[in-house]
């Protein structure tokens, strides 16, 4: 399985060539969506134009989603139903290792063009914000930081993750009205991470539901200048 295409943007002086970008950040964006999503929010984040940055949007490959009646949608994995208490438990571990690998190779293609690990962000809206966080803990090496947004995580004990060299700086935001993703779920996955992994997390909410607004995207731009330093 390959990744579909992917949307790219820049920000800096200038466009430099490929091999002249200094950081990137790798966003995944939700169920059933596109690569192209979130790209109008990235003047909001109000990046140090100062440096040089390449954003890569993936697009996640369509698959059978059981929870809609098996209806094929981008997915970076299968939801088998909408009670997220349950699916924290019963998550499609597979499609989730599978995404993960994928994503890791996105990450060695970014260090062969001459990004350093430590001056990559990866991370995604919802769906895409767990398979964000998940890559981030499964990397072996040493990344400059990972961001959830309104999203879960599973039972981390069904993967054989090795800790990382370093848990990587984590920025998470939810809505406090969220109708899709529970807040309660991103509280809960933001004590799993700072309990059982001594995450260094910046966590934000907002009066607003499964969405991302303009204060939360300047919030995470502020954060990400400062993880790229």
């Known amino acids: 399985m390959h990744l579909l295409e992917t949307g790219h943007y820049y920000s800096g002086p200038k466009l430099p060539s490929q091999e002249a970008f200094q950081y990137c950040v790798i966003w995944l964006h939700g169920l059933g969506a596109s690569h192209g999503d979130f790209i109008d929010l990235m003047p909001y984040l109000k990046l140090d134009r100062s440096k040089s940055i390449h954003f890569i949007f993936p697009q996640a490959p369509d ?18 139903g909408w009670d997220f208490e349950t699916n924290a438990r019963d998550a499609d571990i597979e ?17 062969e063009k001459g990004i350093a690990p430590e001056q990559i962000i990866i991370g995604g809206f919802s769906q895409g914000g767990v398979i964000g966080l998940l890559s981030a803990l499964a990397y072996p090496g040493v990344l400059a930081g ?21 848990t990587p700086n984590i920025f998470m935001a939810h809505g406090q009205r969220d109708n899709l993703v529970p807040y309660s779920r991103g509280e809960a996955a933001k004590q799993q991470l700072a309990l059982e992994w001594g995450a260094n997390i910046e966590w934000h909410s907002y009066a ?12 995470l731009g502020h954060w990400m200048n400062r993880q790229f330093k």
């Open 146 to 166: 990972a961001f959830g947004l309104s999203c879960y995580l599973p039972d981390l004990s069904a993967f054989n993750f090795s800790r990382p060299l370093k």
């Open 208 to 219: 607003i539901e499964h969405t991302i607004n303009l204060e939360e995207s300047k919030t």
């Open 95 to 111: 499609g989730m290792q599978i995404s993960i690998k994928q994503i890791h190779q996105l990450i060695a293609q970014q260090i």
């Open 63 to 80: 698959r059978a989603i059981t929870a809609n009646n098996h209806m094929r949608m981008p997915a970076w994995y299968d939801i088998g």
